[in-house]
Structures are given as C-alpha cells and as structure tokens.
C-alpha cells in the first residue's frame, strides 16, 4: 500500500520538532549567490515578476489538522489535563490557535495589563473558568523581566500545574519559553508546536519557486512559514542578490543587543517597558536604539488598544537579529 503524501502543516511534540537540514543563514547567502551563476531561466517553468508581492500565508490546512491532534483531548469530558503549545515569532502558531479555539467555543483568558505588573502593589490573580476549556493566547504577554514583572505569570505556572485550574491550552511565544523554562524550571507534558517546513512543504503552502530556491528559503526561514512568507519576495531571476536581508546598524553596541533580545523574550514591549526592563539602558540611548534599528528594517511598531505602540522584531528582520544574538552569546530559542 502506498504511503500516504506527508502533509505541509504538521502539529508535533516540540521533541520531534525538525528544522530543515540546510545550511545556516550566513552560508545560505553565498550558497546562494553562486547558485544565481549556474541557474537559467529555462530551469524553471513559472513566471515570476522580478518584484512579487510577498505571499499571503495562508493557515486553514494548520487550523483542521489541530483537530486531529487535540479534537479528543478537548472531546475528554474526564481528562483536565493542559496541553502547552509553543509559537516561534511570526510562525502563524499563535493565529492558528486562536481560531481553532474560537470555532470550538474555548474561552479565551484575559492578559494582564502589563503596565500595572511591576506595581508595588499585587497584580490581579490569574481567573481561570474551571467549568469550561480556556486558552492563555499568549503567556509572553503576561510578564515583563524586571523584579516584580513575573508575579502574575509565577501563579499562573503556580495554579495551572496544580492541577485545580481545569482544562486549558496555553500559547507561548519561543523567546519568552526559553526564558520562563529558567525561572520555572518544572517539566511540562504535551509540548507542541508546529512542524518546520523544508522545501517541500513551502512548495505545497504555495511557495512553488523552483527546488534550489526553495532550500535556500527553508534555510533562511529556518522552517518558518512566516518568515519564508515574508521573503518570498525577495529572491529574484538571475540575481545576486535574491535575498535582500536588512542590514544591522554599522556601529552595534550593547545596547543594541539588550533592545533586540527584550523585544524578542516579551514578544513586543512599549517604550515605556523597553525603559522598565532595561534601567541599564539610558532613556536618550533607547530612543536612539530604536530609530536606528526601525531605520533598519530590523524593528517596527505595531499599534495596539492602549495609546503606546508596541515595538517588535519584523519577520524580515528576525533572521538577522537571530544571528546576532547568538554571534553575542545570548540564551536563544529552540527553532
């Protein structure tokens, strides 16, 4: 019997997470450049435009295959347990998420307002519906890394693992995990995620670009879907320059560093929250850090409910900032 064709979209436990087994972004580039040499046009069938809008990615296929994944658990009348799922930036997890608990009538949790979290005076507790599923959209949002930041977030782990908060599915971005695996250190079950996807599966979402560009897209995506959405654009015919990564600022200093992995590790902050978990950081030399990196591509503002914009890290620009955190030695995510 023949097997059956391996799907795009696949929801699996972070312990079976793969990225494609291509090279590293820096060697992709000039992989790249020299495979743009030998490459004809006759090489591939498509026409493309050599400035394409970037791909829309789309995500029902991700939001039914959460069914066969978590349809029984959510189906369970008897079986209280949590299921974790963790979202790399930009990766569409969280989205996908978020939809599927809506067609299913999850309830959603409020966040905290993170602007009153490191108040001298105790935050609001964490309000879970114990009578009914509940969804933590985003537990990076429900902290922020400063002496009295992590209160709400220490009972949330508090109440959820003790097992009395019911039945929950809990989102939370990479950086942020990575960070709070270190304050919490308890062993988490039923950790998922969403599967990396190599060349062949950017191909069936729609990135249908030739097999040689495609590897190179995994590799710079790091199986993204995302990040490979938002560069799709970006590789031309016949070019040296098929993808055209921002560039850092020319003169980088600590404090560039500390910007870029706090904005990651909280998955967006305010200014006003860049200041209260950067005090190291001069008010003048944020604000400087911030134009130049916005200037770069590397950053940009997301407007919110609250006056404040949220400051974040691009998806173009999250290849590039990755790679410098780790050239400085900073505590990175697992994808």
Known sequence: MAEAPKKAWQWVTVNEFERPA????????KWWQNFTHWLSPESENDEQDEHENAFELKLDEAIKELDSVFSDWLNDKDDNSLRWVIA?????????????AQQNNVS?????????????????SPKFTKTKVWLMPQLAHTFLRQTNGLRWTREFFAEALSGEAGKGLIVCDSWAWAF?????????SELW???????????KI????????????????RGNPGIAAAYSDR???????????????????????FVCYALLVHYGLTSRQLAQVLPIVSASQLQIELQILQ????????????????????????????????????????F
């Open 193 to 203: 995620t969403l599967q990396g996807l190599d060349d062949q599966a950017l191909e």
């Open 108 to 124: 959603t949790m409020k966040l905290p307002d993170r602007d009153t979290l490191c108040q001298p005076s105790d935050p609001p």
């Open 180 to 188: 709070l695996e270190k304050v919490w250190p308890v062993p988490v």
């Open 22 to 29: 291509v090279p590293t972004v820096i060697t992709v580039k």
């Open 295 to 334: 200037q770069q591509s590397l950053i940009s503002k997301q407007d919110t409910a609250s006056k404040d914009s949220l400051w974040y890290i691009t998806a173009r620009g999250y290849p590039v900032v990755r790679d410098f955190l780790a050239s400085r030695g900073f505590w990175l995510d697992k």
């Open 88 to 100: 790399p930036p930009h990766s569409g997890v969280a989205e996908a998420i978020q939809h599927w």
């Open 206 to 221: 729609g990135l249908a670009r030739g097999e040689g560009r495609l590897r190179a897209l995994a590799a710079l995506s």
């Open 235 to 257: 590789y031309h015919r016949n070019s040296d320059k098929a993808f055209e990564l921002p560039q850092l600022p020319q003169v980088v200093e600590d404090a560039t560093a």
